[in-house]
C-alpha cells in the first residue's frame, strides 16, 4: 500500500464515528489536495452536524490519525529499488533530503522506525512548507536551484517544485494526480538514476 492509501484510509478510521464521514473526507481531500491534517480535520469537524456536541477535538483527530500514519507506514513493504537508489545517490556524493507535510516531530519518529535515516542531510515538515523547505535546502547546500531535483508523488509536490524553479520527477502510475502533467514520469526506480546526471 502506497503512503497516500494509508493516509486516506488512516483519515477514514479515525473519523468513522461519525455519519457520511467516508464522503466528507473523501470530499475535502478531492477539493483540497494540498491540505495539512490539520486542515483536513478542522474542515471535516465545519461540514458535519452539531460539531459542538462533539467530545474530540482537531487535535485528537490529528493524533490518532498520525499515530496510525505512523504505525502503518512504518512497517509498509519498501518500494522496490528504493534503498538501492539511495545507496547509490550516497556513493555518488548526492545531497539528500526528505520535505514532507507530516509534522517534524512523527516525521523525525517515522524515519528512524524505518531505520533510513542514514542516509539523508536533512529533512523537513509540518509547519514549513515544502516552498520553504526547498529554499532551506539550497541556502544549506550553497547551490542554484537548477541543480536541485525535487522527487515526489503529488501535485503540492509538482507545484512546489514548479515555484521554487527547480527541477521535478514525478513518481507513480499516472499523471491523474498531477493538475500538470510532469515531464518526467517514472512509476517505480527501475529507471530512475538515467534521469540523475551522474
Not at 479515525?14 to 480535520?41: G, Q, Y
Not at 452536524?49 to 490519525?65: A, E, I, K, M, Q
Not at 507530516?102 to 524515519?111: A, C, E, G, V
Amino acid at each position: 500500500m502506497q503512503s497516500n492509501e494509508i493516509k486516506k484510509n488512516a483519515y477514514f478510521t479515525v473519523t468513522s464515528k461519525i455519519e457520511n464521514s467516508r464522503k466528507i473526507i473523501n470530499e475535502i481531500i478531492n477539493h483540497h489536495p494540498n491540505f495539512t491534517r490539520e486542515e483536513v480535520f478542522k474542515c471535516f469537524i465545519s461540514k458535519i452536524p452539531n460539531p459542538d456536541s462533539l467530545n474530540f477535538s482537531v487535535d485528537d483527530l490529528v493524533n490518532s490519525y498520525s499515530r496510525i500514519c505512523q504505525n502503518e507506514i512504518a512497517l509498509a513493504k519498501e518500494i522496490p529499488l528504493a534503498e538501492e537508489t539511495l545507496i547509490y545517490l550516497k556513493k555518488k556524493s548526492k545531497s539528500l533530503y526528505i520535505s514532507s507535510a507530516t509534522p517534524f516531530k512523527h516525521l523525525k519518529r517515522l524515519l528512524h522506525l524505518r531505520g533510513i535515516l542514514k542516509y539523508f542531510n536533512g529533512f523537513y515538515g509540518h509547519p514549513k512548507t515544502k516552498h520553504e523547505h526547498i529554499q532551506e535546502i539550497k541556502k544549506k547546500e550553497k547551490i542554484d536551484l537548477d541543480k536541485i531535483i525535487y522527487i515526489g508523488d503529488s501535485e503540492i509536490d509538482r507545484f512546489s517544485a514548479a515555484q521554487a524553479g527547480c527541477g521535478f520527477i514525478g513518481i507513480g502510475n499516472d499523471n491523474s494526480r498531477f493538475n500538470k502533467n510532469p515531464k518526467i514520469l517514472i512509476n517505480n526506480y527501475k529507471y530512475f538514476l538515467k534521469h540523475i546526471s551522474s
